[in-house]
């Protein structure tokens, strides 16, 4: 029962994902939790307070002006008496309102009021997920370290396709346990830090440069270093992927931004750097959108040297990672080229792959690997994204187990 003695408080909004609530809650309880609901209105035309109820062995709060809870300031309370706030499904609608701070019914109030960790399991139609205002009110709540898992991809209730779903049930329950159960596996009482996506340099205020990358290979470690039990941070660019589940977030931008980012997660024992930084960025990006000429035949962009982020941190004396790996992202002589980067960069393994139109990797779900480290190199067999994390994930905690966390 890894969340024996554990509370948490679980608000429910309106979405078709309320369906999935009763199996969460019952997941919850089989793990030990103390479980208690806040429902909004909405969420109440999808479940019944009595299910959830009956489920949890607890009352369901569903009303801020409720003359017996209120009396004792029944918010605050709620807000302040539980171990982990979860909202699921976090519809668009309360994303917005915690992102801004809202406070017009029960939820948002115990939202605003609480200083307990928050993590929220968005569930919405896939335009809405996608639409910049839910993309910014993410980011906001990302940086204020709201966690998150999921959406998931797949079909909805409204016949659409894509990112929007609400993580399943067990899903949601493992985030939970990473964020409140005492960690297991090799990696356990290990810190990793891992890097993802692009990094996006500004010309003006609309348009940027930025390398080809979805981010699945970074999100992909470091889901399968936090499932051998490590604490991981992912410092990632603008992708589209959901947040890995028990994974600590920090959105970022720029080359500039994350290498901020990178040397505020340390110390840690690993640092993966998967991230495909874009290597120059504009000297000056200008305040206003550079408008074109009529006749002009052209127009010059002046390039500075991007910071070296692999080379920087495996170039730390005190404060370095015991164990620092890159990526080399080739399109031709791919074992040679990464061979001579793992000497340049000073990073202890380099895992190099061809990234070249025909290989198909950027955007892709498969990857092949040839991993170089002091010892040799050797070439891993063609797989899923997924089995390269998790087999990096595997030789990390090997590596890693005979020396003390």
């Excluded at 051998?228 to 941070?233: E, Q, R, Y």
């Excluded at 010892?375 to 905690?397: N, T």
């Amino acid at each position: 029962m890894p969340l024996q003695g554990r509370r948490v408080l679980l608000i429910v909004t309106g979405g078709i994902a309320a369906c999935k609530v009763p199996e969460l809650v019952r997941l919850l309880r089989k793990a030990g939790a103390a479980v208690r609901c806040v429902m909004t209105e909405a969420a109440q035309e999808f479940v019944t307070p009595l299910t959830l109820s009956a489920l949890s062995e607890d009352k369901v709060y569903t009303d801020l002006f409720s003359l017996t809870d209120e009396a004792e300031m029944g918010h605050i309370e709620l807000s302040r008496d539980a171990d982990l706030l979860v909202v699921a499904p976090a519809t668009a609608n309360v994303l917005a309102r915690l992102a801004h701070g809202l406070a017009d019914d029960l939820a948002s109030t115990v939202l605003l009021a609480t200083d307990t960790e928050v993590l929220v399991a968005p569930a919405m139609n896939v335009r809405m997920w996608e639409h910049p205002a839910t993309q910014a009110n993410m980011k906001t709540l990302r940086a204020r370290g709201v966690q998150v898992v999921g959406p998931d991809e797949g079909d909805m209730a409204c016949g659409e396709y894509g990112f929007g779903r609400m993580a399943e049930p067990a899903a949601i329950l493992k985030a939970i346990e990473s964020r409140l159960g005492a960690p297991t596996g090799p990696l356990a009482g290990r810190r990793a830090l891992v890097t993802s996506g692009p990094t996006h340099e500004p010309i003006d205020p609309v348009r940027y440069i930025a390398n080809r990358s979805s981010g699945k290979q970074g999100h992909a470690i470091a889901a399968a270093l936090a499932a051998l039990g490590a604490d991981v941070t992912l410092v990632t660019g603008p992708v589209t992927l959901p947040d890995p589940p028990g994974v600590r977030v920090v959105p970022i931008e720029s080359a500039h931004d994350m290498l901020t980012a990178c040397r505020a997660a340390l110390p840690v024992d690993a640092a993966v750097f998967a991230a495909a930084v874009a290597d120059w960025r504009v000297a000056s990006s200008a305040d206003q959108k550079l408008k074109k000429t009529p006749g002009e035949a052209g127009a010059a962009l002046e390039l500075v040297e991007n910071p070296d982020i692999l080379a920087t941190v495996a170039g730390l004396g005190e404060g370095r990672p015991s164990l620092v790996v890159g990526f080399a992202a080739e399109t031709e002589h791919v074992v040679d080229h990464a061979r001579a980067k793992r000497a340049r960069k000073g990073c202890d393994w380099i895992l190099a792959n061809d990234v070249s139109a025909a290989a198909g990797t950027f955007g892709g779900d498969l990857n092949t690997v040839h991993l170089i480290t002091s010892e040799g190199e050797e070439s891993w067999p063609p797989g899923s994204k997924a089995d390269v994390a998790a087999r990096l994930a595997r030789r990390i905690a090997d590596t890693l187990g005979a020396a003390s966390p």
